[in-house]
Structure formats: structure tokens, C-alpha cells
């Protein structure tokens, strides 16, 4: 017999917490925050994504905020269509967020979740520079660029 308080499956202890309603998992949200990111560096729009996994562009919004958690199975069809191992979601998480404490810490904690926001690197503008910048044919001309580019960002140096 299953005891009672280990929330089943053989386990004995306690049951573990669960974040309250309306709480993102920290993990959730990483995943999707990479998902985001992905999606956006290829040039794929919320709907396009949707389309390719037969899914409403809304689906893929509460994806990419952690608002629905994203099943294995539709893990593995977006690392397929985004061209990416299905560790590249978890790529990158905070080492507080990997066990199931930390998680629970961090989803209760407000000022944490900001640390969650996707990074100046997810923004549009940086992407589409990113995205415009490898399509420059040219190794020569995108070299030029990238210098041209590091000498603007230090004027004072």
C-alpha cells in the first residue's frame, strides 16, 4: 500500500509542494523564453510556428511565456522544425531553478521572475542585426561590420 502522504508512486516522505495558480514554473518559462528566441532568429512568425505543429499562433504565445508547459512530444517537434537538440531549451537555466526547491523559490519570489525576462540579446532589434548580419554574403564586407560595429560601441576608448 501507498502511503498517503508521499503523493503516490511508491515514494515515502512528503508531498511536494506545487506553485499556486496563476504561477509559471521557472522551467517552463526558460523553455519558453529559448523557444522565443529560436523562433525569432530563424525569422518564424507565432503563426508560422503554429501552422508548422498545427497550433494557433495563442498556443505559442502562452508556450513562449511559461504560461502552458510544453509536453515532450511537442518539445521534440519544435527542436525538429527549429533545427535545434531538444537540451538547447534547457540550455542555459539559472543553476537555482534545477532542483524542484530552487524552482519553488524562485516561482514564489516576484522580484526573481524579472530575472526570467528574456535578455536584450531575445529583442527584436538584436535579432533582426543578427539575422541581417549572417545573410551579408560577403566574409570581407561582414568582417568590416563587425569591426566597424566594435569601434562604435566604445567611442570613449
Same mark, same amino acid.
Given at each position: 500500500? #501507498?502511503?498517503? #502522504?508521499?503523493?503516490?508512486?511508491?515514494? #515515502?516522505?512528503?508531498?511536494?509542494?506545487? &506553485?499556486?495558480?496563476?504561477?509559471? /514554473?521557472?522551467?517552463?518559462?526558460?523553455?519558453g523564453n529559448?523557444?522565443?528566441?529560436?523562433? !525569432?532568429?530563424?525569422?518564424?512568425?507565432?503563426?508560422?510556428?503554429?501552422?508548422?505543429?498545427?497550433? !494557433?499562433?495563442?498556443?505559442?504565445?502562452?508556450?513562449?511565456?511559461?504560461?502552458?508547459?510544453?509536453?515532450?512530444?511537442? &518539445?521534440?517537434?519544435?527542436?525538429?522544425? &527549429?533545427?535545434?537538440?531538444v537540451s538547447?531549451?534547457?540550455? $542555459?537555466?539559472?543553476?537555482?531553478?534545477?532542483?524542484?526547491?530552487?524552482?519553488?523559490?524562485?516561482? &514564489?519570489?516576484?522580484?526573481?521572475?524579472?530575472?526570467?525576462?528574456?535578455?536584450?540579446?531575445?529583442?527584436?532589434? !538584436?535579432?533582426?542585426?543578427?539575422?541581417?548580419? @549572417?545573410?551579408? $554574403?560577403?566574409? !570581407?564586407?561582414?568582417?568590416?561590420? @563587425?569591426?566597424? #560595429?566594435?569601434?562604435?560601441?566604445?567611442? /570613449?576608448?
Open positions: 500500500m #501507498t502511503d498517503p #502522504t508521499s503523493g503516490g508512486g511508491g515514494r #515515502t516522505g512528503r508531498r511536494r509542494k506545487r &506553485l499556486p495558480p496563476g504561477v509559471s /514554473n521557472p522551467v517552463d518559462v526558460h523553455v529559448r523557444l522565443r528566441f529560436r523562433r !525569432t532568429i530563424l525569422g518564424f512568425s507565432q503563426e508560422r510556428l503554429g501552422d508548422e505543429v498545427g497550433l !494557433t499562433f495563442q498556443q505559442i504565445q502562452k508556450y513562449e511565456r511559461g504560461a502552458n508547459r510544453i509536453g515532450a512530444s511537442r &518539445l521534440y517537434q519544435f527542436s525538429q522544425i &527549429l533545427g535545434v537538440p538547447y531549451f534547457f540550455d $542555459e537555466m539559472p543553476d537555482e531553478i534545477r532542483s524542484h526547491e530552487g524552482q519553488m523559490d524562485w516561482g &514564489l519570489a516576484d522580484q526573481r521572475q524579472d530575472e526570467l525576462a528574456p535578455s536584450p540579446m531575445a529583442r527584436r532589434e !538584436t535579432l533582426e542585426l543578427v539575422r541581417a548580419y @549572417f545573410r551579408i $554574403e560577403d566574409p !570581407t564586407v561582414r568582417q568590416c561590420l @563587425f569591426d566597424l #560595429t566594435k569601434l562604435l560601441a566604445r567611442p /570613449n576608448e
